[in-house]
T-cell receptor, first 112, second 115 residues
């Protein structure tokens, strides 16, 4: 079946540090890939997405590139802020199933 | 811009009670779904629907019922609540045109505790 594996958290960084959250996937076929963010006490918001190999999704300074050869979709940001503290979920979606398959989430804590 | 609206936001139930979590969307989306979120497990699909009158089971359907009488509404029913159903529940919707890149939009969540 399809699956998503994320690095375990929490990830604790100082403000302005570089962020990488690793995400790899297993899928039969060609999924679309997503990063969702969940701020404390809130629902999930789409952060960025990529729908085919070598696509780069970007939003709010975050980036992720769809790497088919390594089945990865790592999330990066050059300079994190305290306001980026949240849980980040990597997910994939196959057209045949329509639902999202989520990773377990990675909590990011940014300290001033 | 209401998007996906869930009610209630918080609920405490006693074991054996039943209740319904409401979900409504105003985006005319065909696809709607319910997920539950448990610590360290991400979100898991409970039930989904690809249009009015059509529902199907997801990954963890036991103990839950759904119906889809209109495009807008997709309620989730807990038949006889159990402590294992303590979780955060998210309703989601998306256009259903067989494009996997379509964004799935989530509600703000319903925190349910079963004692």
């Amino acid at each position: 079946g399809n699956s998503v594996t994320q690095m375990e958290g929490p990830v604790t960084l100082s403000e302005e540090a570089f962020l990488t959250i690793n995400c790899t996937y297993t899928a039969t076929g060609y999924p679309s890939l997503f990063w969702y963010v969940q701020y404390p006490g809130e629902g999930l918001q789409l952060l960025l997405k990529a729908t085919k190999a070598d696509d780069k999704g970007s939003n709010k300074g975050f980036e992720a590139t769809y790497r088919k050869e390594t089945t990865s979709f790592h999330l990066e940001k050059g300079s994190v802020q305290v306001s980026d503290s949240a849980v980040y979920f990597c997910a994939l979606r196959m057209v045949t199933r329509r639902a999202l398959t989520f990773g377990s989430g990675t909590r990011l804590q940014v300290q001033p | 811009n209401a998007g996906v609206t869930q009610t209630p936001k918080f609920q405490v139930l006693k074991t054996g009670q039943s209740m319904t979590l409401q979900c409504a969307q105003d985006m005319n989306h065909e696809y709607m779904s319910w997920y539950r979120q448990d610590p360290g497990m991400g979100l898991r699909l409970i039930h989904y629907s690809v249009g009015a009158g059509i529902t199907d089971q997801g990954e963890v359907p036991n103990g839950y019922n759904v119906s889809r009488s209109t495009t807008e509404d997709f309620p989730l029913r807990l038949l006889s609540a159990a402590p294992s159903q303590t979780s955060v529940y998210f309703c989601a919707s998306s256009p259903d045109d067989y494009y996997s890149g379509n964004t799935i939009y989530f509600g703000e969540g319903s925190w349910l505790t079963v004692v």
